[in-house]
């Protein structure tokens, strides 16, 4: 079946460095890709996406890029602030058995903590 | 915006009642879906459901059924509340086809 595999945390960096988290997936076909954040005391948001092998998905100085190669979405940021600190879940969207809808697998989650 | 609406952020319920989680959505989307979060698992899906009236079985089904009477309302029932289904649970809805989900910011549960 698919899966998802992400680095575990915590990771703890200080403000302005830079930003890593390893995501790799196993999957039949060609999924979907994202990044989802949490913040403290709050439900998921999209972060970013790619759809199909070479996208790049970029959003609030966040990266990610799609590597069918490597089957890998790592997560990248230049320069992180004490704001990004968050829960942050790597996902594949794949169709479900009967073909007709798509569901999403995530990755155990890794948290960030940003400190000044 | 889009919304999705859980209706209780904190909920304390005791071993063997019938707990009733309440989802609602002013998207207009197609499926809906009920995950639980657990430290160091991450999320699982229990159930999804793709139309009115219609539900699949995610993940982790067991202890669990759901109903979807009106397509902006998703209800996860425990059926009879147990001690492991103490948690976090999310609803997330998102429309037709391969587009990204949308949560609600997700009601901890507590048995005792």
């Known amino acids: 079946g698919n899966s998802v595999t992400q680095m575990e945390g915590p990771v703890t960096l200080s403000e302005e460095a830079f930003l890593t988290i390893n995501c790799t997936y196993t999957?039949?076909?060609?999924?979907?890709l994202f990044w989802y954040v949490q913040y403290p005391g709050e439900g998921l948001q999209l972060l970013l996406k790619?759809?199909?092998?070479?996208d790049k998905g970029s959003n609030k100085g966040f990266e990610a890029t799609y590597r069918k190669e490597t089957t890998s979405f790592h997560l990248e940021k230049g320069s992180v602030q004490v704001s990004d600190s968050a829960v942050y879940f790597c996902?594949?969207?794949?169709?479900?058995?009967?073909?007709?809808?798509?569901?999403?697998?995530f990755g155990k989650g890794t948290l960030l903590t940003v400190n000044p | 915006d889009v919304k999705v609406t859980q209706s209780s952020r904190y909920l304390v319920k005791r071993t063997g009642e019938k707990v009733f989680l309440e989802c609602v959505q002013d998207?207009?989307?197609?499926?809906m879906f009920w995950y639980r979060q657990d430290p160091g698992l991450g999320l699982r899906l229990i159930y999804f459901?793709?139309?009115?009236?219609?539900?699949e079985k995610g993940d982790i089904p067991e202890g669990y059924s759901v109903s979807r009477e009106k397509k902006e309302r998703f209800s996860l029932i425990l059926e009879s509340a147990s001690t492991n289904q103490t948690s976090m649970y999310l609803c997330?809805?998102?429309?037709?086809?391969?587009?990204?989900?949308?949560f609600g910011d997700g009601t901890r549960l507590s048995i005792l």
């Open positions: 996902a594949l969207s794949s169709i479900n058995s009967g073909g007709s809808n798509y569901k999403l697998t």
């Open positions: 999957a039949t076909g060609y999924p979907s």
């Open positions: 790619a759809t199909k092998a070479d």
């Open positions: 998207m207009d989307h197609e499926n």
């Open positions: 459901s793709y139309d009115v009236k219609m539900k």
């Open positions: 997330a809805a998102s429309p037709a086809g391969n587009q990204p989900q949308h």
